[in-house]
Structures are given as C-alpha cells and as structure tokens.
C-alpha cells in the first residue's frame, strides 16, 4: 500500500514537472511573440516619425507655394491695372486732345 502511495506520489511528481515544462515554453513563446511585436512597434514609431517630418517639410513648401502665388497675383493684377490706366490715359488724349 505504501508502495502504491509512493508510485502515486512519483506519478503526480512527473506530471506537475511535466505541467512546469510545458508552461514555461507556453511562458518562452510568449515572451518571443512580444519581443517581436515590440519591434514591430518600435520599427513602425521610426517611421511614423519619418512621415511626421516629411509632413512638417510639406507643409513648409506649401506655405511658401501660397506666399509666392498670392505675391504674383497682386503683381499681375498691379500689372493689369497700370495697363488700364495707360490704356484710358491714351484714349482720353486721343479724343480730347486731337
């Protein structure tokens, strides 16, 4: 009866260690998974972070884009005011004064 008890006991022993085993490869892989799922995300912040600053140079251009075009618009309507003008100016001399 002792003896049954102790091969019992031996059984119960070498499935725990069994169980122990297995749980700390289930405990191994698990830790590799987020090894890796902490690089992904450390790779993936890098990039963020490049796109952050390739936006913020995007942004700079198009506001200098915006600067140049409104400057042009106000020398092409400058333009085409004197031009009026000139063009009125001439007609009134070349009827009134003739």
Same mark, same amino acid.
């Given at each position: 009866m002792? @003896?049954?008890?102790?091969?019992?006991?031996?059984?119960?022993?070498?499935?725990?260690?069994?169980?122990?085993?297995? @749980?700390?490869?289930?405990?191994?892989?698990i830790?590799?998974?987020?090894?890796?799922?902490?690089?992904?995300?450390?790779?993936?912040? *890098?990039?963020?972070?490049?796109?952050?600053?390739? $936006?913020?140079?995007?942004?700079?251009?198009?506001?200098?884009?915006? *600067?140049?075009? @409104?400057? @042009?618009?106000?020398?092409?309507?400058?333009?085409?005011?004197?031009?009026?003008?000139?063009? $009125?100016? $001439?007609?009134?001399?070349?009827?009134?004064?003739?």
């Open positions: 002792s @003896t049954e008890r102790l091969n019992q006991s031996s059984d119960r022993i070498k499935e725990s260690r069994r169980t122990v085993l297995e @749980t700390e490869e289930l405990g191994v892989s830790l590799e998974d987020l090894h890796q799922q902490r690089e992904t995300l450390l790779h993936s912040h *890098k990039k963020l972070h490049g796109v952050d600053d390739a $936006i913020d140079k995007s942004k700079k251009v198009l506001s200098s884009m915006l *600067k140049r075009m @409104t400057r @042009t618009k106000w020398i092409i309507g400058s333009l085409i005011a004197a031009l009026v003008l000139a063009i $009125i100016f $001439i007609l009134y001399f070349k009827l009134f004064h003739s």
